[in-house]
Nanobody, 121 residues
């Protein structure tokens, strides 16, 4: 499966962005889909994940209540709605796919190129 993230940009603190991850090659219903981010000088960290059917979701504590992950099988896309953005959310955001249910970055097999999110104070 090939993944392509989009939707990043520059936004003021308190604002919102919606990231999209378009998949091709195989249906996303075959995979657990995850969002991760990496800020300069920091390790890649887990943000959110959603199961094959969408019935299970998990969020990092730092984004819980502000971010929402969702999947749309009709257009083979996963979304990350980000509200109440903070400067510390600034990072390159990546989407990833794996056949197993996990939130561990190294466990994900398929990755797309990232999209930059910058939140100004």
């Amino acid at each position: 499966v090939q993944l392509q993230a989009s939707g990043g940009g520059l936004v003021q603190a308190g604002g919102s962005l919606r990231l999209s991850c378009a998949a091709s090659g195989r249906p996303i219903s075959s995979y657990v889909m995850g969002w991760f981010r990496q800020a300069p000088g920091k390790e890649r960290e887990f943000v959110a994940a959603i199961s094959w059917s969408g019935a299970w979701t998990r969020y990092a504590d730092s984004v819980k209540g502000r971010f929402t992950i969702a999947r749309a099988s009709a257009n083979n896309t996963v979304y990350l709605q980000m509200n109440s953005l903070k400067p510390e959310d600034t990072a390159v955001y990546y989407c990833a796919a794996d056949e197993d249910l996990t939130s561990v970055p190294d466990a994900y097999e398929y990755w797309g190129p990232g999209t930059q999110v910058t939140v100004s104070s």
